[in-house]
Nanobody, 118 residues
Framework: QVQLVESGGGLVQAGGSLRLSCAAS????????MRWYRQAPGKQRDLVAT???????DYTDSVKGRFTISRDNAKNTVYLQMNSLKSTDTGVYYC????????????WGQGTQVTVSS
């Protein structure tokens, strides 16, 4: 029905940058809020960044000033630009989106690994 596929993860040294992408496909009517979560090793999954359909953004305190969430509605894609990466940014990053299909649901991608070496 609907799929979210993340890409762009990898291994980077502290201070470096990565850009994550998440593309939605399938029987989509509209996409409302899109989010990025991450799960660090041994930790719970936490919200990192949010962007609404109108483009309003919000970030968890630990990434403010370093990460930027954006979206391309024509491509059904959300991005997370990550700069000045720290070892504490390491984890699996998950895309999440509120999508209206034949019903409205909250969908998840499979995740992409980000590893920041120090």
């Amino acid at each position: 029905q609907v799929q979210l596929v993340e890409s762009g993860g990898g291994l980077v040294q502290a201070g470096g940058s990565l850009r994550l992408s998440c593309a939605a496909s399938g029987s989509i009517i509209t996409i409302d809020t899109m989010r990025w979560y991450r799960q660090a090793p041994g930790k719970q999954r936490d919200l990192v960044a949010t962007i609404t359909s109108g483009g309003s953004t919000d970030y968890t305190d630990s990434v403010k000033g370093r990460f930027t969430i954006s979206r391309d509605n024509a491509k059904n894609t959300v991005y997370l630009q990550m700069n000045s990466l720290k070892s504490t940014d390491t984890g699996v990053y998950y895309c999440n989106a509120d999508i209206r299909t034949r019903y409205t649901g909250r969908f998840w991608g499979q995740g992409t690994q980000v590893t920041v070496s120090s």
